[in-house]
């Protein structure tokens, strides 16, 4: 049984395709302050079958393309992501179970109980267990002294804009979310009303996931004056705004598909707006223009956009186990009751609370820290059963 002793545990940041995921790994590492290597890692396409039916395995990884997992092995590793989850297992059955702690952020496809430590939040539904632990929002690397560092660095480059800057973060599809021209025409119409009648500025960045085409419905909007940062994959850290604009905003607008956008968005202590992407019933889009600049999809269009994901998300919604499904709306609409956020283009029937201050990183690093005290909760140990793991998952509780 590891105890606390003089040095911190060696610890492995196993680091995939997702920047949302690869973001709650280093924040919960940076907020325990113990050194660690990253693990960046490349994965088959038929990992999902692996994933499935092999256990702890490393079939799923293409190796040429991924750090090498090899001893010495470490005593800590912080995962996130179904891909990771057999590698993690399999790093853990070569070290030995006693040698290894398993950190799993979000929601392990897995069963529980093959990890010593589950940090979720609202929309996996997961059930009350002594080992997970259930957060507000996703982990989120945004502190007061990175926004004003990044906010001093940039603002040479920005003081040609007028105050107050509202700062707009661009997602792009996800889940049952379709980011099309339409919407990102309607978020570029209500973005610049809202600067001009405050005689400020937009700072507009956007993901890895925004569509060009978006961009441009978007731009097509603008009146009021902006920047508009177009990330781009590989770009040096230093040229990403992304802080700055976050340190330089007095609001926030954010598009309602990035939970993690959301969570840095609220934890900078901006007063933020959610953009709902949805349509129909209970869409809480603001409403469209009525002098006609900006026209509804049109059928070609609406054949471009489909995407068989977010049609599979709804059906999945209706017809899966809870196990397998997840409900992004329960975070947006618990952080719209607590006060931290705001539909974009309503007015909130009540005058907004001051919400309670985020604890999520905190409590996550206590847990963390917790397994390696000299007293540790007790290791959760997987349930005695016949079916096969597979079965076991689905409809685990």
């Given amino acids: 049984m590891i105890s606390r002793r003089d040095t911190p545990p060696r ?28 693990k960046r890692l490349a994965y088959r396409r038929t990992e999902l079958f692996t994933n499935l039916f092999a256990g702890p395995t490393t079939k799923g990884l293409v190796k040429a393309n991924s750090d090498p997992l090899e001893p010495p092995w470490p005593e800590l590793v912080i995962s996130a992501g179904r891909r990771n989850e057999p590698l993690v297992r399999w790093i853990q059955q070569q070290a030995g179970r006693d040698h290894v702690r398993l950190v799993h952020v979000g929601r392990p496809w897995a069963l529980h109980e093959c990890f010593d430590l589950i940090v979720t939040t609202p929309q996996y539904r997961l059930p009350k267990k002594p080992h997970i632990l259930h957060n507000e929002l996703p982990l ?14 940039w603002h040479p480059r920005l003081a040609h804009l007028p105050q107050p800057h509202i700062t707009v973060l661009l997602g792009g599809h996800a ?8 919407n990102g025409a309607l978020l570029g119409y209500h973005a610049s009303r809202m600067a001009q009648a405050k005689g400020g500025s937009l ?13 441009a419905a978007f731009e097509a909007q603008l009146q009021a004056p902006h920047t508009l940062h177009r990330f781009t994959k590989g770009q040096p850290a230093e040229e990403n705004p992304f802080f700055a604009f976050l340190g330089l905003a007095s609001e926030v607008i954010v598009t309602s598909d990035s939970m993690s956008m959301l969570a840095e968005a609220i934890a900078s202590g901006k007063p933020t707006h959610i953009f709902d992407l949805a349509r129909g ?10 002098d006609g600049r900006i026209t509804k999809r049109t059928l070609p269009e609406r054949l471009a956009d489909f995407r068989f994901q977010a049609l599979m998300y709804q059906l999945g919604m209706l017809a899966l186990p809870t196990r397998l499904t997840r409900d992004v709306r329960i975070i947006h609409d618990t952080q719209v009751k607590a006060g931290r956020a705001t539909w974009l283009g309503h007015t909130p029937d009540h005058q907004p609370k001051t919400p309670p201050p985020l604890t999520d990183l905190a409590n996550a690093k206590k847990a963390v820290e917790a397994l390696f005290s000299d007293h540790p909760p007790p290791r959760p140990e997987p349930p005695q059963s016949k079916w096969p793991e597979i079965v076991q998952r689905v409809f685990q509780g």
């Fill in 281 to 290: 019933q209970h869409s809480n889009r603001p409403e469209r223009p009525k």
């Fill in 203 to 215: 700072l507009v960045t956007t993901s890895a996931r925004t569509p060009e085409r978006v961009i």
């Fill in 175 to 182: 889940g049952p979310y379709n980011f099309d021209r339409e």
């Fill in 11 to 38: 610890t492995w940041l196993m680091l995939g395709g997702k920047a949302g995921d690869n973001t709650q790994i280093t924040a919960l590492a940076e907020a325990l302050g113990w050194p660690y290597q990253t």
């Fill in 140 to 153: 989120q690397r945004v502190n007061t002294e990175r926004l004003e560092t990044e906010a001093r660095r």
